[in-house]
C-alpha cells in the first residue's frame, strides 16, 4: 500500500494570492472549487488538483501566516521556485510585541524547523499565554539532535512568566519521551536552574518523563524546599525527595535506596499507589492545566477576549466540567474537608471579583433579588483553585502569592473571607478564604450576623 506525501511550505509574507495561483497553473494544477475569500476580499483558502495531486493555500485568519500544502509528488523545480518565508523574517516576527505576529513566527518556525531558532522561541513563549505551548511542542517535535551533543541551550528567562513556565514545562512532560537532546531538555535545563522552587520541582518530574539523559548531575544537585514556608509540609517535603530518586533511577542513576510505594508510577502518570494526601500534591506539580473548553450560550452574558462578562460588564469566571482537585489533609482546623477528586455534572459561572459585604441574610437576599444564588464551599474552592490540586490560587509555592486563580477568579486572599453555601450550626454559615491562610481548601463557621465578602454563582441550562 503506497503512502501518500504531504508536504508544508510557509510563504513570505508579500507573497500574493494571485502568485501563488500562476504557481499552480504553471506547474499544471487546476482550481478545484470556489475560492473561500475572507472579509478583506483576499481568499483565505484556494484548491488546485493535478492528476492524483492537490495543492491547497491558506492564509491564517488570525496572523496572516500564509501556507502551501502539497499532497502528492512535489513539482518539478519546487520548492525553489516558491516565494518562502526566510529565517531573518521569522526572527523579526518572533521580536515583535505584536501577538499576532509572534503567533506567526511561531507558527513558521513549526513548520520550517528553523532549529537556529530554537532559543527565541522557547524565550518568548516562556513569557506568553500558556494557550501557545503546543506551537511549542509542535516545533520541538519538529528539531533534530543538538548539533554539539553535550551541550545545552537554556533558552527559559530568568525572570518573569512564572505561570506560562510551569504550564510549558507540564505539556512538554505530557507528551512524554522523544526529545532526549533537542529543545525540550533545553527548556527544562533552564527549569532546574530557576530560582522558584516549584519550576524546579516541575523540571524535575518533566526531566524524567521525557528520559533527559543529559540533565541527571542537575537533579542530583537540585535545591528542594525545606520550610512550611515554602507551602510545603514535612511529608510533601519527603515526598519530593522520593520522587528525585525516582527520576534519576529512570534515567539511568539508580540511589542506594528504596522507593517508597507509588512514587515510580507517579512520574509516568498514575498517582493511584500514592498515599491519598499526596496525589493531589504530585498531580499539582506535573499535570498541565486544560486549556480547551466550550464557551456555553448563557442568556444575559456574552464571551469576550478578557472572559465572560455580564451586560452590565462585571466580569466572569468560567469553570468547566472537569475533575477538580478538592480538600487538604494538611489543615488542622475547621470542617472536614478531605483531599479528594470529583467530576461536577456541570460547569458554572462565579463572579471574577466579590459583589459586596454583608452578613449571610443579606448575602442570600441580594443572591435571590438577582436570580442568582450563594456558590457552595465546594465550588467556591473549584473557582478559587483550578483543577490541577495546587494548594494556593497561583500554584504550590507559598512565597510567590497572586491573587488570581486559573479559571481568573480574583480577590480570594485579600478580605475577610467569603459566605458560601454548606453544612453549618443554626446561626452559623461558612466562610471560605482568608487573609492570613490563603490554602482556598480552609474553610470556618462563622456567626450569620458577622459580616464577609461573597460574590454570586451562575447555573448554566
Known sequence: MSTRMTTTFALAPETTPDAVAMLAEAAGYAPDGATDLSGDGLPDRAVWTRGGGRLTYARDMATGLQTLVIEGETPAGWPAALPLIDEATIETLLSSNDEAQLLAGLQAAAITGATALAPLVAARVATLDPALADYVLAFAAAQPAAARPGTVIKPFPTSGGRQEKLQLLRWLGAEGPGDNDGIGTAMVAGGLEDSDWEVRATAMLVAARIAAVPLVGAIARL??????????????RSALLALRDAALARLGAPRDRPLPPGVAEALCGDYAALPADLRAFVHALVEPVPTQFEQPAVPGVVWTETGPRRIDGRLLAWVPRAPHWLGDDSLVDGPDNPSRQINPPRGFLIDAEPAGEATLVEARARARATGTRLPTSDEWEMAARGPDGRRFP?????????????????GIVGGKGEWVEGLAPVGHGIVAGRRRLPVVAHRTVASDETTHLFRFAYDII
Open 223 to 236: 535545591a528542594l524546599p525545606e520550610s512550611d514556608e515554602d507551602g510545603v509540609v514535612r511529608r510533601e
Open 394 to 410: 497561583w500554584g504550590m509555592n507559598a512565597r510567590v502569592p497572586v491573587d488570581l486563580s486559573p479559571w481568573g477568579m480574583a
